[in-house]
């Protein structure tokens, strides 16, 4: 499936974001999509995963303060972000996981003002 992020910005700290992944196909039957992100000279980073049955993965960084969901209608994957700090400056992508993550859409960025 072709990926398209969307929902970046500039945000004071403290704020929210939503980031919306929209699939050009059918996600339902996809074991994992997730949310990447990777700060400037940085390795790219997992933010937070989702299986087909909506169970929920979060890395260290954002836990707590991050949630992700899946609407398997709109074929649309959310990352809710709030108390955003400026350390979650980055480009954030979406991928899907067929066994390694792949499908990389062109990523959103978000930047966080302190």
């Known amino acids: 499936v072709q990926l398209q992020a969307s929902g970046g910005g500039l945000v004071q700290a403290g704020g929210s974001l939503r980031l919306s992944c929209a699939a050009s196909?059918?996600?339902?039957?996809?074991?994992?999509m997730g949310w990447h992100r990777q700060a400037p000279g940085k390795q790219r980073e997992l933010v937070a995963t989702?299986?087909?049955?909506?169970?929920?993965y979060y890395g260290d960084s954002v836990k707590g303060r991050c949630t992700i969901s899946r609407d398997n209608v709109k074929n649309t994957v959310y990352l809710q972000m709030n108390s955003l700090k400026p350390e979650d400056t980055a480009v954030y992508y979406c991928?899907?996981?067929?066994?390694?993550?792949?499908?990389w859409g062109q990523g959103t960025l978000v930047t966080v003002s302190s």
């Open positions: 991928a899907v996981y067929r066994g390694s993550w792949s499908d």
């Open positions: 989702i299986s087909s049955g909506g169970f929920p």
């Open positions: 196909g059918s996600i339902s039957n996809i074991p994992a």
